[in-house]
Each structure stands twice: as C-alpha cells, then as structure tokens.
C-alpha cells in the first residue's frame, strides 16, 4: 500500500490487515520499488500523486519487472491536478479508482485483483 498521506496510508494498511491481507506500507514510489525488490508482493495498491518517485514511474518500474503484478491506482480527484488515472491504466495499472472510496469499493477491487492474478498464474 502506497500514498504519501500518513491517514490513507495507515487506516486502509489496518483495513487490509483485518481483512486478512499481509500488508506492507510505503510512503512513496522509491520506497515501494525498494521494499518490492526486497520482499516482493502479491498486489500493489498506490496512489498517482507523490513526492519523490510518482505512481505512474512506479507503475512502470514495476511492469517492466513483473508483467502480471496486479497493481490498482488510485488519484484524490483533484481538479487542480491532472486526472492521471487514465493514463496509470494504459501503463499497466490493473484497476483504477478515486478517492474517496469506500472500503467495501477498494476491497471488491483488491478480491478481483487477486482472483485474476491467481487464475492468470495457475
């Protein structure tokens, strides 16, 4: 789970958590890439807007290494920023969606991910 805010960050890695998922946090894209070259994962979930290395260069640094990694971007809809998520999408991101979400929208997202990642790989 990756996004700059700390509140996003911690309360949906809790949500994950209680709904079964080991989760592992990061507060930018180069701590993502770094944790995902160390540890690995199943599913990334990020957000598009970040200092240091944005969603969409991790989307790509993590598609050119694993092509099949589920990835689901997600974008505050800030109308002073660009709306990116288009874009995540054509790059490699698996799903989008906006904040706000509800957690029931992120987890049917997250079940869907996963599902089609395990029938991809069986």
């Known amino acids: 789970m990756v996004d700059d805010e700390p509140l996003i960050r911690s ?50 640094e993590l598609r050119a290494h694993s092509p099949n990694l589920p990835i689901i971007a997600m974008s505050g809809g800030n109308t002073k920023r660009m709306d990116l998520l288009p874009e995540a999408r054509l790059l490699g991101a698996y799903l989008t969606i906006d904040k706000p979400f509800t957690f029931a929208e992120m987890m049917a997202l997250v079940n869907s991910a996963l599902e089609d990642s395990r029938r991809t790989n069986a």
Not at 28 to 35: F, P, S, Y
């Open 11 to 60: 309360t949906l890695g809790q949500l994950l958590t209680i709904a079964g998922h080991e989760v592992l946090l990061a507060e930018n894209g180069l701590e993502a890439t770094r944790i995902w070259r160390e540890v690995g994962a199943d599913l990334v979930i990020l957000d598009i807007f970040m200092p240091e290395k944005d969603g969409i260069e991790t989307i790509v």
